[in-house]
């Protein structure tokens, strides 16, 4: 990772902290931050994706601004963050996509739609596309398999693999080694982590989600949106499962598992990114680093939209709108497949990895060092004081 | 909008943990409560916001404290680090309230946590806030609020007007305009007089311009002195504060925490003239640090340097400003703005006085110096190993020892032995009763929570009756 400026004032903040460490009981950056005495570029990275954004530590802060030393660490972090994502970015030619994210995430979004729209329009029938088909396949009337199935598995086996190569860079960087990953704890004990957002917990008792008060919202919004999304994602499988072993083809009654799971599932998506977005925008934007809203508005809008979608094409399905929508919703997922390697969805890759490294480090780290002689202190400090008489 | 022609039953002055515990109590009695904080939001807290711990009493293990701490030892212990500057009948009441206090600040949504790393000695004796001070701090306001108590901010009172033992009324200026509250009864909660340079002058001369005020510039005892002028009784030694050794880049006040600086067992501390001045190693760290903001301040100009070598690095916590590091002792001297063959003689001096033993940071280890004043009894290894290091040291002052003095119901006591009728004092502005002398950690909190919460609900008492 090269200096830039947010990572040099992450660093200048981070010394501060160290020094003060009273908000050790957050969350698990001030712990990693204490097992070091100097931050590399890397360990700055490194605590930037371990940090959950709580923004505990802001409003506990003592030095936040206008205090002079203008700590504000959430805000900070959020910037290194960020820049990460491009530093790690696969192939490194893309790293650029995550400047102005926001605007490219929805121009690639809405390119790819139109492509489909136009692709499906130019050449398919309109009969057929306009037309009203429930059997079995009637999907595959507008979209043939071959086309939707071919493309959707080839973009996604892509942006899987640049996933993989991020965290492969991410892992290098931070000094990581492959032998590493082949201990099966920490790779439990992070998959706990991440399941239970365990850091978005602000040490117990909530998270600063909108202001100075504490709650669980943000957790149980993004919960909401993550298991809404491996629900959706559990949908296609299943339905992908029933079309090749079983020959069964879509579309499904109301109460086969691919529908029900779609259901289930985009509900907790629109219910979670919605109300992720609008948290952000009632949250104090004191911690925040608003011109990184973007990035985090265009992947909440195009999940919320693909489940909206989804809904629409699953309630009109047998009506002529079933091609458009179709058409519509198959490019909606397909510009997510693409995006995923170049949009904020990466954030995930590197919190578990920087979760991962943590749980190494946990295990490697001796005992806390105790820095000072740690003996007698309960027994009160000391008698004498600052007296003038002295003088 | 405040109305000022309203009469609160209750009138705090002040707004760090003191005043919110008694404005909580009186509210939570019924009492309409006004609070006023000099400081603006961003700042209000005083030194409460820096703090991480306070002193409890327990008779077994609790969830996060370890072991017991009984009366009588907390009580030992207090009367050995005042060295008897202590009232024993308050002292037990601070104690004994200690016990209740946490289940209340627990339920007005103060978060706790284990103690800190590198504070393991005191797991057994304090209990941690989770965040610090500003967020015990945050959790009172947010409380404070839900509860319907009125707060104004960038409120400084000037004076509460005393008239045969009862205070009428508070003058004070809000937002740069005079204004004046009329209250049935008050509670002084406005700290101790540190950040008041002047004051500080009266007893140090011109070395007070050379201290650093660790916490809130709004300590100006403006009321202190007040009520001291109108003939109420005050506790505590007026010519003392607590200091410790900070940074001399630390800011002039509100520096907190970061600043303090514990090399100096592993180091040598000179002068401006780059000579030795009192025995780094004495004792462990803990019950040396706070002597050494009196020692420093009877240096010229006020200032000294801790210099040790690349071997003594990392034996204490990092500190906030970067250390200042040279490949010799001349080039050190000439960073540090020290005579450089003063420093090198003072270092070979130490040098060849360092006896061959075994270094241990974690014991008293007797590696002592031999045949130099002062000598270093502890940790004293040969600083001969570039690169050298160094950081600048000033007076660090924590808070000052004199207040008013004020009965075990908190209330206020005049020079004429009568109570006021309708005064109480909570926190900084009262402890000198209890805490004459010396420190012991966290008892600052304890002071101010236990005799807050008194003060409160007796306010809200007087003013129900
Ligand atoms: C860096 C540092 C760390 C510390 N750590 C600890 C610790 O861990 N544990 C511990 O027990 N103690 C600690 N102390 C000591 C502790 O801060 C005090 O004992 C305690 O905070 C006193 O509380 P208080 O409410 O009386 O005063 P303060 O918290 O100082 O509050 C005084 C309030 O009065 C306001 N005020 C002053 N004058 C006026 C006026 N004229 N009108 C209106 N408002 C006014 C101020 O703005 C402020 O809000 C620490 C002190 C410092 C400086
Ligand atoms: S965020 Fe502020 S209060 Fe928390 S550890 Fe850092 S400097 Fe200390
Ligand atoms: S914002 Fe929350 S998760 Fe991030 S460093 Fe602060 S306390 Fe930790």
Redesign the interface.
Known sequence: MHSTDAIIEARRQA??C?????????CAVF?AL?RR?AFTNSDIAYLANLCHNCK??Y???????????AVNFPKVLAEVRHETYAAYAWPRAFAGVFERNGVIVSLAAAIIVTVVLVGVGWLQDPDVIFGIHTQPGAFYAVIPWSVMGGLSAVVFLYSMLALVMGFVNFWRDTGGRASELADITPLAQTASDVLSLRHLGG???GCNDRD??FSTLRRWLHHATFYGFMICFASTGTAWFYDTFLNWMAPYPITSLPVVLGCVGGIGLIIGTAGLFWLKLVSDQEPTSRRLLGADVALLMLLGTISFSGFLLLGLRATPAMGTLLALHVGLVLAFFVVIPYSKFVHGVYRAAALLRNRLELRNSTA???????????????????????? | MLDFSRTYDVLVVGGGNAAMCAAIMARAKGASVLVLEHAGQSFRGGNSRHTRNLRVMHEEPTSQLVGSYLEEEFWEDLKRVTNGHTDEHLARVTIRGTTSAVSWMSQCGVRFQPSLTGTLSLSRTNLFFLGGGRALVNAYYATAQRMGIDILYDSEVEALEIDHDVVRSATITWRGFPATVKAKTFVAASGGFQANIDWLRQYWGDAADNFSIRGTPYAQGKILRNLLDQGVASAGDPTQCHAVAVDARAPKFDGGIVTRLDSIPFSIVVNRDAERFYDEGEDFWPRRYAIWGWLIAKQPGQIAYSIFDSKSAELFMPSVFPVIEAPTISDLAAKLGLDASRLNATIDNYNSAVQKADFNPQILDHCATQGITPPKTHWARKIDTPPYRAYPLRPGITFTYLGVKVTDRAQVLMNSGRTAKNLFASGEIMAGNILGRGYMAGFGMSIGTVFGRIAGEEAAAHALN
């Open positions: 010394e501060v160290n020094a003060c460490r009273y908000c050790e009981g957050y712990p204490e005495r505990g530590c409003y506990a802060c003592q030095y936040a601004p206008p205090h002079a030393f040490g117990g008792h100075e008060s806390p060092q105790r820095v000072l002689p740690a003996k007698p202190a309960d027994k009160g400090e000391t008698a004498e004081i600052f007296s003038a008489s002295a003088k």
